[in-house]
């Protein structure tokens, strides 16, 4: 088979592939012939010579001791040490000896056989590459026009070279696409499903993608000058993002949200008018969790343990801090990763002065 590296080179740059895994899948495809044309159960090899640019096919046959009753039954597979010694004395017992088959006298059959191998392995290596190139998009914001909506609403996107979805489930409220509108959205997950091959899954609900858009709209968070240690998302509704500058030059905030709120607008708009709180992070649980609880002015954060914190307000800022339909105080949580238990701060002055009341009566009268 002449030329063999030719033919390797021409795939790969007509498929866009590796020579290198294209040079291993015809490997693969020519040996899974030679299996079917002279026999399943014989080992073969098969080397490419780099000068000649040719392909060689080899088939390896193990050598025995002269008495080895495997002799008998196939001396195909396997040849005694003695006859061996005749071809190479300087092999031993459980050596392999090649016998080199020819490739230009297949015949018909063989070759349409090797086409169907090829063709077969190629499109393997294809689909294995799209698979990696999607995995490691994980999270990063892709753009693709709808091509159908079904019954369940599940809108499918073509992007490249692939139709991926995107679930009802994953889709702000209220919105609904047409054939023909170009959306964006994060890749979510990718996963192989055995009836339809690579499947991607988008999603415009995921707090990704409020990042990407971000990262999209601030040069500051693309460019690493401003980090997001955090983000959390009711869609369609509200979000809040945790911000850090990695230079003292740059307000992550004032970044973030732009000269008269032009950039989080424009975020704001792309989710459907979702309202977007931009604070800056803090390592301080308590910091983070009164910036997180904003627009409600707390009077005190207690931790209580890794997972719950203790938040005093004021009772007129009760409301603002549990925010429409509890929305603010659970973005809060999500945010800072800490349960947020509310106390007003009446209540807490009440509790403290019963206590030390009780401390008074103790002291006069003693435990009774």
């Given at each position: 088979m002449?030329?063999?590296?030719d033919?390797?080179?021409?795939?790969?740059?007509?498929?866009?592939?590796?020579?290198?895994d294209?040079?291993?899948?015809?490997?693969r495809?020519?040996?899974?012939t030679?299996?079917?044309?002279?026999?399943e159960?014989?080992?073969?090899?098969?080397?490419?010579?780099?000068?000649?640019?040719?392909l060689?096919?080899?088939?390896?046959?193990?050598?025995?001791?002269?008495?080895?009753e495997r002799?008998?039954?196939?001396?195909?597979h396997?040849?005694s040490?003695?006859?061996?010694?005749?071809i190479?004395?300087g092999?031993?017992v459980?050596?392999?000896?090649?016998?080199e088959?020819?490739t230009?006298?297949?015949?018909?059959?063989?070759?349409q056989?090797l086409?169907k191998e090829l063709?077969?392995?190629?499109?393997r290596?294809?689909?294995?590459?799209?698979?990696q190139?999607?995995?490691?998009?994980i999270?990063?914001?892709?753009?693709g026009?709808?091509?159908?909506?079904?019954?369940?609403?599940?809108?499918?996107?073509?992007?490249?070279?692939?139709?991926?979805?995107?679930?009802?489930?994953?889709?702000?409220?209220?919105?609904?696409?047409r054939?023909?509108?170009?959306v964006?959205?994060?890749?979510?997950?990718?996963?192989?499903?055995?009836s339809?091959?690579?499947?991607v899954?988008l999603?415009?609900?995921?707090?990704?993608?409020?990042?990407?858009?971000?990262?999209?709209?601030?040069?500051?968070?693309?460019?690493?000058?401003?980090l997001?240690?955090?983000?959390?998302r009711?869609?369609?509704?509200?979000?809040?993002?945790?911000?850090?500058?990695?230079?003292?030059?740059v307000?992550?905030?004032?970044?973030?949200?732009?000269?008269?709120?032009?950039?989080?607008?424009?975020?704001?708009?792309?989710?459907?008018?979702?309202?977007?709180?931009?604070?800056?992070?803090?390592?301080?649980?308590?910091?983070l969790?009164?910036?997180?609880?904003?627009?409600a002015i707390?009077?005190?954060?207690?931790?209580?343990?890794?997972?719950?914190?203790?938040?005093?307000?004021a009772?007129?800022?009760?409301?603002?801090?549990?925010?429409?339909?509890?929305?603010?105080?659970?973005?809060?949580?999500?945010?800072?990763g800490?349960?947020?238990?509310?106390?007003?701060?009446?209540?807490?002055?009440?509790s403290?002065?019963k206590?030390e009341?009780?401390?008074?009566?103790?002291?006069?009268?003693?435990?009774?």
């Amino acid at each position: 088979m002449e030329k063999i590296a030719d033919i390797i080179e021409s795939i790969a740059n007509e498929k866009g592939l590796e020579i290198e895994d294209v040079k291993e899948r015809v490997i693969r495809a020519l040996i899974n012939t030679a299996k079917r044309v002279y026999g399943e159960n014989y080992e073969y090899d098969v080397v490419i010579d780099s000068a000649s640019r040719s392909l060689r096919l080899y088939q390896k046959i193990t050598i025995v001791a002269n008495d080895d009753e495997r002799l008998q039954e196939d001396n195909e597979h396997f040849l005694s040490l003695s006859e061996a010694k005749k071809i190479d004395s300087g092999v031993e017992v459980g050596d392999e000896l090649t016998y080199e088959l020819s490739t230009d006298n297949l015949g018909r059959t063989a070759a349409q056989t090797l086409h169907k191998e090829l063709e077969y392995h190629i499109q393997r290596l294809m689909e294995e590459k799209i698979f990696q190139k999607y995995q490691d998009m994980i999270g990063q914001m892709v753009f693709g026009t709808v091509t159908r909506v079904d019954s369940e609403e599940n809108t499918f996107i073509e992007i490249d070279e692939i139709r991926a979805v995107m679930p009802r489930k994953n889709r702000i409220k209220g919105e609904k696409f047409r054939v023909g509108n170009v959306v964006k959205a994060v890749i979510k997950s990718v996963y192989i499903d055995k009836s339809q091959g690579i499947r991607v899954e988008l999603s415009r609900t995921s707090p990704k993608f409020l990042e990407a858009l971000l990262k999209a709209e601030v040069p500051e968070i693309k460019d690493g000058l401003v980090l997001i240690a955090a983000s959390a998302r009711i869609p369609g509704e509200r979000a809040k993002v945790a911000l850090i500058s990695t230079t003292p030059n740059v307000d992550p905030v004032g970044a973030t949200v732009g000269t008269k709120g032009v950039r989080i607008n424009a975020v704001t708009k792309e989710l459907n008018g979702e309202n977007i709180d931009a604070i800056e992070f803090s390592s301080e649980p308590t910091i983070l969790i009164t910036r997180a609880m904003s627009p409600a002015i707390i009077s005190a954060v207690k931790i209580v343990d890794e997972k719950k914190a203790v938040v005093t307000i004021a009772s007129e800022q009760k409301s603002k801090a549990i925010g429409k339909s509890g929305i603010n105080i659970r973005l809060a949580s999500m945010l800072s990763g800490f349960e947020i238990e509310l106390v007003e701060l009446g209540s807490v002055k009440a509790s403290e002065e019963k206590e030390e009341s009780m401390k008074d009566l103790k002291a006069l009268f003693g435990d009774l």
